[in-house]
């Protein structure tokens, strides 16, 4: 059994900035990817960022330029530093691992998540 501990959330003001961090740990072989979700009140899941194990890293438009994904392949870790932080940007944040084959395939397994909240 592989488990995901997401870590890293909080509040903090509008343009402020926090880092997450997911832990990966149990059965695991190898990553091929990470992925970072986020679900806001009322909203759907939103993929925010992925990054494969070459370190390739893609961005949902609404981050860009603000959120950079990245990990430690030797640490088992995939960490999300979000700057610029918007009221938007509010949510629960949860991280997955899964497979890149032209787009991002999220396993089915998730951490219970972190709350990140913005205040305006």
């Known amino acids: 059994q592989v488990q995901l501990v997401e870590s890293g959330g909080g509040l903090v003001q509008a343009g402020g900035s926090l880092r997450l961090s997911c832990a990966a740990s149990g059965s695991i072989v190898s990553i091929n990817a990470w992925g970072w979700y986020r679900r806001a009140p009322g909203k759907q899941r939103e993929l925010v960022a992925t990054?494969?194990?070459?370190?390739?890293?893609n961005y949902a438009d609404s981050v860009k330029g603000r959120f950079t994904i990245s990990r430690d392949s030797a640490k088992n870790t995939a960490y999300l530093q979000m700057n610029s932080l918007k009221p938007e940007d509010t949510a629960v944040y949860y991280c997955n691992v899964g497979r890149w084959s032209s787009s991002y395939y999220p396993y089915d397994l998730w951490g219970r998540g972190t709350q990140v909240t913005v205040s305006s």
């Open positions: 990054i494969t194990s070459a370190g390739n890293t």
